[in-house]
């Protein structure tokens, strides 16, 4: 059975950081790209960072480029999303997936930025 569970969320203040983990099981962790992804009640689901299976290619949106940086440990089972210089707008649910054919949603971290 596949489980995605995410971890780390928090209220931070603008300019502040946070480190969420998403640790999963009942997968072939290590052959299988991953992504973060966030939400807001009523839109639509967006990715904000994506790794490849083998940690070497990376993508970003232009709106989280230069400030959130995607990591994973294949031996732990376990993707990262660091975020840096927080903004009000960062503010959403955050999940971990893969990059298409998505397994069952977990239940997402809270991230709130607010001062």
């Known amino acids: 059975q596949v489980q995605l569970v995410e971890s780390g969320g928090g209220l931070v203040q603008p300019g502040g950081s946070l480190r969420l983990s998403c640790a999963a099981s009942?997968?072939?962790?290590?052959?299988?790209?991953m992504a973060w992804y966030r939400q807001n009640p009523g839109k639509q689901r967006e990715l904000v960072a994506f790794?490849?299976?083998?940690?070497?290619?990376?993508y970003y949106p232009d709106s989280v480029q230069g400030r959130f940086t995607i990591s994973r440990d294949n031996a732990k089972y376990t993707v990262y999303l660091e975020m840096n210089s927080l903004k009000p707008e960062d503010t959403a649910v955050y999940y971990c997936?893969?990059?298409?054919?998505?397994?069952?949603w977990g239940q997402g971290t809270q991230v709130t930025v607010s001062s």
């Open positions: 997936n893969r990059d298409y054919d998505y397994f069952s």
């Open positions: 009942g997968i072939a962790f290590s052959t299988i790209n």
């Open positions: 790794i490849s299976k083998d940690g070497g290619r990376f």
